[in-house]
Nanobody, 117 residues
Framework: QVQLVESGGGLVQPGGSLRLSCVAS????????MKWYRQAPGKERELVAT????????IYPDSVKGRFTISRDNAKNTVYLQMNSLKPEDTAVYYC??????????WGQGTQVTVSS
């Protein structure tokens, strides 16, 4: 079955950087676009990055544009999220995501990112 496992979260100071990883299994990774979402307490889950199956195109919302970079290594079945210039408002649980059959979302367990001095 589809499985997504995130890692790389932690505590970082404002202005710092983190690199999140998500290892995927149970499907043909190179055939699917991948996404990163985040959810902070009391807020809706927010899409923060999208990458196409071959990595040729990326999409970001205004909230993270210019600071976050999504990438993938199809040989390793892994998608990454490089986060730079982190702000306290970036504090959230970060999830990787894949959508199959056009409608079914699969999620990892999430990894906590806390930005605080």
């Amino acid at each position: 079955q589809v499985q997504l496992v995130e890692s790389g979260g932690g505590l970082v100071q404002p202005g710092g950087s983190l690199r999140l990883s998500c290892v995927a299994s149970g499907f043909t990774f190179s055939s699917y676009a991948m996404k990163w979402y985040r959810q902070a307490p009391g807020k809706e889950r927010e899409l923060v990055a999208t990458i196409t199956s071959a990595g040729g195109s990326t999409i970001y919302p205004d909230s993270v544009k210019g600071r976050f970079t999504i990438s993938r290594d199809n040989a390793k079945n892994t998608v990454y999220l490089q986060m730079n210039s982190l702000k306290p408002e970036d504090t959230a649980v970060y999830y990787c995501n894949v959508r199959q059959w056009g409608v079914t979302n699969y999620w990892g367990q999430g990894t906590q990112v806390t930005v605080s001095s």
